[in-house]
């Protein structure tokens, strides 16, 4: 049975893990709140970029561009899957849904050639060692994340797309659903999906022309281009709010599993001192008895 003085500093100690976790979760509640209303506020900018990207791709050639191109020769049956993962940990099973999802998609395309994109320091740490080639790793993101990011991210995967060296990119992210819910997401990302138009219309509705300057061409190889970084920039916020709601909810369960500790403490600490008290109590009877 440990002794009284071990049980009052375990009880410490458990305090002080107590008052960390409550701060984490204040901390990661209020980053999550920025880190929603950037991902709230990107949304309608995907939205807004394929509805545009559809009324061109109406009226030019949309299979001559390379980024839509399906390759069936050099380099076919090779990918680029790219795992976007935390810096840090603490957040649950953020981090590990990630890796699951990647060991996942491996079981289900053994034959495949498999190149890996890590994003994160965890990612690199969890995904790094398992002898898969890394086509590039970026960590230690900035807290505020922006275009450059996604830029950074995108521009090896086009370009391995490009020249054949990879026939598709995957994206794997955790997206944001709500506090308690993140969803681990795997889309394709290259080549590009076939863009349809958001709002869907009536064959007999008149259909409205644009004048556009310069061609319809040129403004589609530049939209197309941005779509997919905006993709990446979009799957980066999707993943920093996950990252901040699945620590949050980590922390906030964290807490509580202290307070019950703490109860469950205080209580064999209350009967360990009763012990000794009842124990001391029966010496000093015992020993008036013998005088």
Known sequence: MPSLIDMRRRIRAVKSTQQITKAMKMVAASKLRRAQERVVAARPFAVQARRVLASIAARVDASAHPLLTRHEGAGSGSTLLIAIAADRGLCGSFNTNVVKAVGQFLRENPGRRISLGLVGRKSREMLGRRGFPVRFAHVN???????????????????????????????????????????????????????????????????????????????????????????????????????????????????????????????????????????????????????
């Open 141 to 291: 993101l900035p807290k505020v994340l922006h275009f450059a990011e996604a830029e950074a991210i995108a521009s090896p995967a086009v370009e391995d797309f490009i020249t054949g060296q990879v026939d598709s990119v995957y994206l794997v992210y955790n997206e944001f659903k709500s506090v308690i819910q993140q969803r681990v997401v795997v889309e394709q990302l290259l080549p590009v999906p076939p863009i349809a138009p958001v709002d869907s219309t009536s064959a007999s509705a008149p259909q409205v022309d644009y004048l556009y300057e310069p061609s319809p061409e040129r403004i589609f190889d530049k939209l197309l281009t941005q779509l997919v970084q905006a993709q990446v920039l979009r799957a980066l916020l999707e993943s920093n709010a996950a990252f901040y709601a699945a620590q949050m909810t980590a922390m906030d369960a964290a807490t509580r599993n202290s307070s019950d500790m703490l109860d469950s403490l205080t209580l064999y600490m209350n009967k360990i001192r009763q012990a000794a008290i009842t124990r001391e109590i029966i010496e000093v009877v015992s020993g008036a008895q013998a005088l």
